[in-house]
């Protein structure tokens, strides 16, 4: 009952609308109301556990020597014969690796050109 307070609250509803709505006292949506702007009630965090956690140094030592999910995935399965797709390693290893940063080239005009060879076209 909290958290659909506290989400109604979010949206903008106010008090008699969320006691029609829930169909619960004002006083008791008031009071809920209080707590939340309190912080007394926060929202939980739920975290999921993946088959490949316990592997998680071992692949983190896979990554710095340069090898490929593919690899890595071979290796899991070969070593601890383990029964997890390579998908599953694939979106393991995204989680663990931190995104490349992006740094746009900036010229003068005139002075370099680029083509993107992703579509040629017809000539």
């Known amino acids: ?62 990554l710095k020597s340069g090898l490929s999910a593919v690899l890595i995935h071979q290796k899991l399965k070969e070593k601890h ?7 599953s390693v694939k979106r393991y290893i995204r989680k663990l690796k931190p995104g490349e940063p992006f740094i746009p080239l900036i010229s003068p005009p005139g002075q370099e050109a680029q083509v993107d060879f992703g579509y040629a076209g017809y000539f």
């Open 81 to 87: 014969s383990l029964n997890v797709s390579y998908s």
């Open 1 to 62: 009952m909290y958290y659909s307070v506290k989400a109604l609250l979010s949206i903008g509803k106010n008090v008699s609308q969320i006691a029609r709505e829930l169909k619960i006292d004002r006083k008791t949506v008031r009071k809920i109301k209080k707590k939340v702007e309190n912080g007394e009630i926060k929202t939980p965090t739920i975290k999921r556990k993946s088959i490949l956690d316990p592997y998680k140094d071992e692949i983190m030592e896979y």
